[in-house]
Every structure is written in C-alpha cells, then in structure tokens.
C-alpha cells in the first residue's frame, strides 16, 4: 500500500478531471486566438496551424490520462488490513473512473476541432 498525503492523494484522484480540463482551455483558447488574430491559415508540415495544435494536445493529454488511468488499475490490488484495504481500493476506483470519463472528454473535445474548418 502507498503511503502519501491527504493533498497529494487528492490531487491524484482529481489528475484525469485536471488534464482534461487544461486540455478543454488549451485547445479553445488557443483556436479563439488564432481565429481573432488571424493567424489560423498558417501550414507547418502540410497542415493548418490549429487542426496541428490541437492534434499534438488530444494525443498528450490521451497519453497523460491512460497513463493515470493504468496506474490507478495498477494499484486496485491493494493490501493492508481489510479497512485499508477498502479505502485504498475505493480511491484507486474514483483515480480510474475519473480518467476513463476524462479520456473519453479529451477525445470528444479534440475530434470537432480536426473535422471541422477552425473559423466558421
């Protein structure tokens, strides 16, 4: 069983929700920007500027959050006395539910952005 404190154990169950929300501003404030300030026709690489950024972003935070969500599958064989054995199963759970929700978020969030024309 891990040792760790109240903060960081807090901090590691909330991770997906975390990721995927830096993941929601990054990309829309980032694509607003570009759209306002007219830099959003620029190719690097054979590709527009926005549908790249928000490519590079989706894969990071899918990757950030499978990464959470193995770790917390991981760690669901707890042991210890049957208490601690309960409370760290049930908070390996929330990690885990929470990174598959957000999974599912950061790839709903970054598909519009790659079909769709980035100023329309």
């Known amino acids: 069983m891990r040792t760790q404190g109240f903060s ?5 169950m909330f991770a997906g929700p975390l990721i995927w929300a830096a ?13 306002a300030r007219g830099f959003a026709d620029i190719d690097l690489f054979g ?3 926005v549908p790249l950024t ?7 935070a899918a990757v950030a959050t499978i990464f959470m969500l193995l770790v917390a599958m991981r760690d669901l064989g707890a042991i210890g006395s049957a208490a601690e ?11 885990a ?4 929700l957000s999974l599912v ?3 709903w969030d970054g598909l519009p952005v ?7």
């Open 8 to 12: 960081a154990r807090l901090v590691e």
């Open 54 to 60: 928000v490519g590079v972003a989706t894969v990071a």
């Open 85 to 95: 054995r309960d409370a760290e199963r049930f908070m390996n759970w929330m990690t």
């Open 23 to 35: 993941h929601f501003l990054f990309i829309y404030i980032f694509q607003a920007l570009a759209c």
């Open 105 to 107: 978020a950061v790839l």
């Open 47 to 49: 590709v527009g500027i």
């Open 97 to 100: 539910a929470g990174a598959g």
């Open 114 to 120: 790659l079909l769709l024309p980035p100023c329309q």
